[in-house]
Nanobody
Framework: QVGLVESGGGLVQAGDSLRLSCAAS????????MGWFRQAPGKEREFVTH????????DYAGSVKGRFTISRDNAKKTVYLEMNSLKPEDTAVYYC??????????????????WGQGTQVTVSS
């Protein structure tokens, strides 16, 4: 059974940093490219960032580029999201997701096969 479990969310002030983790189980982690999405109340789930199977390629939404960094450790079956200079508009539930394709960055949630349960990030002003 495949599982993706996010952790590291919390309540922080604007300008602070957080690091989210997503631990995978039940799959060959190095076969999967990984993404982070987020969903704020009343809004659609939106793409945040993506990393290829080897970690050699990353992509970011414009709203987080330069502030967020995605990385992965295939030996630990874990993907990370380092978030710096957090803003109130970053407040959302953050989800990690996995897909098997390679060579492009899926931006739509339906393109991902497996999802975690999400972790809440709240940034106060």
């Amino acid at each position: 059974q495949v599982g993706l479990v996010e952790s590291g969310g919390g309540l922080v002030q604007a300008g602070d940093s957080l690091r989210l983790s997503c631990a995978a189980s039940g799959l060959t982690f190095s076969d999967y490219a990984m993404g982070w999405f987020r969903q704020a109340p009343g809004k659609e789930r939106e793409f945040v960032t993506h990393i290829s199977q080897t970690g050699s390629t990353t992509d970011y939404a414009g709203s987080v580029k330069g502030r967020f960094t995605i990385s992965r450790d295939n030996a630990k079956k874990t993907v990370y999201l380092e978030m710096n200079s957090l803003k109130p508009e970053d407040t959302a539930v953050y989800y990690c997701a996995a897909h098997l394709n390679s060579g492009f960055t899926p931006l739509r949630a339906r393109q991902y096969k497996y999802w975690g349960q999400g972790t809440q990030v709240t940034v106060s002003s």
